[in-house]
């Protein structure tokens, strides 16, 4: 019986190039209780003793449950951890602290491309692929013939990858991804392919292999995809756990959150805009006024640049 069972899980991505300290500004900017949004996105960095940004923490106490037949969409605005959690559950991370047990063979379809050796033939690449993924030489025989087919690249399968175009590395590492039937499916979006004949062969493809999963674990920002394949939903929050529930409930939820957000963001850019034009007009009359105390004449560059400084001083200490 499948079945995915993550506590407490935590993964940081140390910077080994240290950040500058934000500006006043920005520190400013993120203790402004009304900016929820800047708020939690800041408490994302780790920093050190000095204050310097050392490292990000991409996903901080993760726990959720997924039984064998449960589909779970992962929701979440980009930079969320999503793609991070997915990693982590594929093995292709390693979490720094925290509990991952996942019973049953996993087919992860986070990045399709991951892996694929340009200097091998397709079929080496078949190979290649089939025992990455746990897969045995026997299984990787048994199937060859249907990711052949399936790519329709023919005799192109006995050439080295580097010499297929974009499409063809497309299909035949979508034929690859989708041709041995997983426990459980780690999937980051809904692939696609090809043209539009090969497109329509491949939706096909995709919904039989997504069906057949013990276990069906997508993130995706599209709903509609969400609401018809996943029974539950988890919302990834900067990082954490902000929901967990019905698809429906979830994606409302997160829905109004985004609006929120959006407003926010459209409201500090307007308020920047207007500082900016602000400052604009600000150092403008400055110069003015130091032109004027120049007589007009562009004298000594040295000198202007005093008087100019001068001016916005006295300018602003009138605010």
Same mark, same amino acid.
């Not at 175009?165 to 989708?178: C, D, K, V």
């Not at 039937?181 to 497109?199: C, H, K, M, N, T």
């Not at 979830?250 to 609006?259: F, R, W």
């Not at 032109?291 to 202007?304: E, I, L, T």
């Given at each position: +019986? ?17 950040? &500058? ?45 997924? &039984? ?47 892996? +694929? ?42 050439? &080295? ?96 959150? +985004? ?61």
């Amino acid at each position: +019986m499948s079945h995915v069972f993550v506590k407490n899980l935590c993964v940081n991505y140390p910077l080994y190039q240290r950040a &500058p300290i934000p500006d006043k500004a920005q520190i400013a900017h993120s203790e402004d209780p009304e900016n929820s949004a800047f708020n939690h996105r800041n408490e994302t960095l780790i920093r050190g003793t000095n204050k310097d940004v050392i490292g990000v923490r991409a996903l901080s106490g993760v726990s959720f449950e997924v &039984p064998s037949g449960g589909r779970l969409a992962i929701i979440g605005e980009n930079g969320s951890g999503k793609t991070t959690l997915l990693q982590v559950l594929a093995g292709i991370y390693a979490p720094d602290s925290g509990e991952v047990v996942i019973d049953g063979q996993t087919t992860s379809v986070v990045n399709i491309n991951l892996g +694929m050796s340009l200097e091998a033939s397709g079929h080496n690449n078949i190979t290649l692929r089939g025992l990455a993924t746990g897969r045995s030489r026997k299984e990787i025989e048994e199937r060859r013939a249907d990711i052949a087919a399936f790519s329709e690249l023919g005799e192109f399968l006995d050439l &080295p990858v580097q010499t297929y175009s974009a499409g063809m590395r497309m299909r035949l590492n979508f034929a690859i991804a989708t041709a041995f039937q997983p426990d459980v499916l780690i999937l980051d979006e809904w692939l696609s392919a090809g043209d539009a004949a090969f497109r329509k062969k491949a939706t096909t493809r995709m919904q039989t292999f997504v069906e057949k999963a013990g276990i069906l674990i997508l993130a995706s920002h599209s709903r509609a995809l969400m609401e018809a394949t996943c029974d539950r939903a988890l919302w990834l929050d900067y990082g954490q756990v902000r929901a967990e529930g019905k698809v429906g409930e979830v994606a409302d939820a997160y829905d109004e959150e +985004m609006m929120r957000r959006q407003k926010d963001r459209d409201a500090r850019a307007r308020a920047e805009l207007e500082a900016a034009r602000a400052h604009e007009v600000f150092v403008r009359q400055a110069e003015l006024d130091a032109q004027k105390d120049d007589g007009g004449a562009s004298g000594d560059s040295s000198v202007f640049l005093i008087r100019l400084w001068r001016n916005v001083l006295r300018l602003a200490g009138r605010r």
